[in-house]
């Protein structure tokens, strides 16, 4: 753990086991956090935001910058480690601990611009909006992607002058403590940046019940952020929430040959990277009638030439055996768990899925694609909106006119028509419904970094 500028193990010496989940060996330990462990973080955030608010933005912004270079330097190394204790493919990995750098840089760039505003007032007086940094965060973040959700958060919390708080997923926690390290060795003041690993239950109660934690953020389940937002209620903390989704696809019938073959290449590409443990994964398919069967054979076609990778645990494998053991679906392809070690399940692909199979209302969060038919945009539509969750969408049309209806008429955060990659540094990520509510990346992390602070003046009475 990092505590007030120190590395240290848990005051008591528990660790947690990590595992390697294509082979299911341990291949680490990390802290236990006790509670004055906890406490020791708390007391350290509270005094690093002292310091950290009141340092200019260029300072900050150069804190980021340096980190976001270590960590181009350590890519492979910070890669490797991401493999290790996620699964994902080495490339892959590498990929994401870039984009991972990419939002610290970029908001090293927007550390200088968090602009207020000046109010027109009468004559004698001045009255102007101040953005001010809202204090120290607690943030939780998921296993699914160990280096981007962290930065995500860490990145606007240090441009912004907070200082934070960072628990990661105790499946994948080293990588986010590299992006710590980066920071460190960039020069970060002690105790504006801390990491603690321990059980997520008794760290979040802890965290979230003491007068310290000015805001608090996650990606994580639905149910995990009710459970936030219950401990939040007594202090009143605000919350960011990105809770995953459901993310439905419209494939239209205007699309020839080759661009259905385009999309079923972006789709499969899509759904079953980091198999299918993406809260934006296109999750359910609709294919309009006219070209319902050839984009089915198309899918069928590229997913059979897809090579196995693991979940990242169990419950994992346990939840996707059940949403296709239980569907009633015709299986395409995959469906059954292969024997061995390792936590895997092969990519599927359903169709014939009756309207009341679960994985048509849960969210999947694994290799299971369901394809379905629709009928007119109205009709597609519907079904696309028909779960709690709002957090992605996907069309791929060749009319602007449909593309332009269809917008207008999904209820989601992002959307993406002809094209699936949705995140960037620059790009606001959240949803609405149950996916969960507040935006980060892009400028609309000054507000849920930041409070707005107005000030009015005159001269002496």
Known sequence: ???????????????????????????????NATDSDLDEALTAA???????????????????????????????EIAAILTEEQGKPLEEAAAEVRQAAEYFDWF???AVRSYGRLLPTAPGRRSWVERRPVGPVAAFTAWNFPASLPARKL?????YGCSIILCPAVEAPRTAAELVRALADAGVPAGVVNLITGDPPRVSERLIGSEVIAKITLTGSVPVGQTLVRLSAERLQPLTLELGGHAPVLVFDDLDEAEL?????????????????VCISPSRIFAQEAVFDQFVDAVVERVGRLSVGPLANKRRVDAVEALVDDSGAKVLCGGERPDG????????????????????????????????PFGTLQDGLAQANAVPYGLAAYVFTASLARADEAIAGLDVGMIGVNEVALASAASP???????????????ESLEAYTVATAVTTKGAP
């Not at 073959?261 to 443990?277: I, M, P, T, Y």
């Not at 990520?429 to 400028?443: D, I, N």
């Open 1 to 31: 753990m990092f505590i007030g500028g120190s590395w240290r193990q848990a005051s008591d010496g528990r660790t947690i086991d990590v595992l390697n989940p294509a082979t299911e060996e341990v291949v680490a330990s990390v802290p």
């Open 46 to 76: 509270a005094a690093g935001f002292e310091v950290w608010r009141r340092t200019a933005p260029s300072d900050r912004a150069e804190v980021l910058d340096q980190a976001a270079r270590l960590m181009l330097e350590r890519v492979d």
């Open 108 to 110: 090293a760039a927007e």
């Open 155 to 159: 990145a606007p919390a240090v441009a």
């Open 261 to 277: 073959g385009r999309a079923a290449d972006a789709l499969v590409r899509s759904k079953f990277r980091n198999s299918g443990q």
């Open 341 to 372: 070690p390792g936590f895997y399940y092969p990519p599927t692909v359903l169709t014939d899925i009756p309207p009341d199979a679960a994985v048509l209302r849960d969210e999947p969060f694994g290799p299971i694609m369901p394809i379905l």
């Open 429 to 443: 990520f959240g949803g609405v419904k149950a996916s969960g509510y507040g935006r980060e990346g892009g400028t």
